[in-house]
């Protein structure tokens, strides 16, 4: 585990012990009888006005335990919405729906947390690495230096072209009747072998810039509008080929930034599930989707690092494919209040909902990483 890992734990270790310690002897602001924020009289521990506690804490441990407690209301709702999220996910679905807040940490405050502990733990486990697709394979340096003298060749060749045609479009132009015509096809001509000279020559010099190492990838080569190889898409998919690593970066990066689309992405196909149902609505399954994203970015942190520690992969893989089904179902059935037939019939086709949101996805993904 890296040393930010490492870090978070001793954070979070130290700001538990230090709320232990503050409970016998930590000094405060609760010398006055009213209340520190709004001034109110007070008449309890907390503010009747403006629901602040009446001790104010002035310690170091006090300020690390405010910075958790605003992640996710760290006094025991943590502990106590995890284990309710892994074991019973449909009764604490139901139950934070139907108005027990309090208890239970925020679907959305749980998913962000989920979603960075998901991203900051997998990508400094071994085995992980997203950055590979060395560009130099064996025997690849050959057929660089042969591209190298093949584009060298092509751009002195525009060179020529380009000269030749600039001298017959100058002889056009200088007729003594010039043909209207027959300057505008020789302008043409030249625009287009000046084009061709000017992506030979950026051809040339990515094709310098990649050293026998496989460290450096191709820039990006851009096609006028209009030009061959101008079309939109087809510029996109070369730009990826010749830069992997910078696509994969770019994926991973929006996904973590991005990961929260996968809520508004599901919503419809969750809605479709239960049509004419009373009483269920968008926020039931606002709800229900959050806590159930949030629990499967939790499992993949866990069989990450159950595989990072040597457990064989076959077993990671049943676990992979029978977990998110079970939790599913356990979360429809408790959640919606279904019969064992009507969720076991909903889990299947959420699963098939499942795959075109994960499409979509990543998509979504593939389209910003080769948009900019």
């Known amino acids: ?36 924020n709004c001034g109110a009289h007070l008449l309890g521990p907390h ?6 506690h009446g001790h ?11 910075i958790l407690h605003g992640v996710f209301h760290f006094e025991g709702k943590f502990w106590k919405t995890l284990p309710m999220l892994a074991w019973r996910p449909g009764e604490l679905t139901r139950r934070y729906v139907h108005g027990e807040r309090a208890k239970f ?35 690849a340096a050959t057929r660089i230096n042969e591209a ?12 020529a072209e380009v000269a030749r045609l600039a001298e017959r479009l100058k002889a056009r132009q200088t007729e003594a009747e010039p043909d209207a015509e027959a300057i505008t096809s020789a302008e043409k001509r030249l625009q287009r072998a000046q084009q061709r000279l000017r992506e030979a020559t950026q051809a040339e010099q990515a094709l310098a810039r990649i050293s ?10 851009k ?70 994203l949030s629990f499967m970015s939790l499992l993949v942190i866990t069989l990450a690092v159950l595989g990072a520690v040597g457990v064989p992969g076959g077993l990671l893989l049943i676990a992979w494919l029978l977990i998110p089904p079970f939790h599913m179902y356990r979360q429809l059935k408790g959640g919606y209040s279904l019969s064992r ?21 990543i998509l979504l993904l593939l389209y910003l990483g080769v948009a900019d």
């Open 148 to 159: 190298r003298r093949e584009i060298t060749k092509e751009r002195k060749d525009g060179q």
């Open 341 to 361: 037939a009507g969720a076991l019939v909903r889990t299947a086709v959420l699963l098939f909902f499942t795959t075109i949101t994960s499409t979509l996805f």
């Open 212 to 221: 026998l190492d496989g460290e450096e990838t191709l820039p990006d080569i």
């Open 47 to 52: 503010c009747h006005v403006c629901g602040q």
């Open 105 to 139: 940490v925020s679907p959305m405050a749980l998913f962000l947390f989920s979603v960075f502990l998901m991203f900051a733990v997998v990508a400094n486990l071994p085995g992980w690495d997203w950055g590979g697709d060395k560009l130099l394979t064996p025997g």
């Open 1 to 36: 585990m890296n040393d930010a890992v490492d870090s978070a734990g001793m954070i979070a270790t130290g700001a538990l012990l230090a709320r232990e310690a503050e409970r016998t002897h930590a000094p405060g602001h609760d010398a006055s009888p009213d209340c520190a």
């Open 56 to 66: 104010v804490h002035r310690t170091a441990g006090a300020f690390v335990h405010d």
């Open 223 to 292: 096609a006028a509008p209009g030009s061959a190889g101008g079309n939109w898409i087809e510029e996109k998919y070369q730009h990826a080929k010749e830069n992997p690593k910078l696509l994969l970066y770019k994926v991973k990066t929006s996904a973590y930034k991005f990961s929260w689309a996968l809520i508004p992405l599901s919503l419809p196909f969750i809605w479709l599930l239960f049509p004419f149902r009373r009483g269920v609505g968008m926020y039931d399954h606002a709800v229900f989707a959050t806590y159930s």
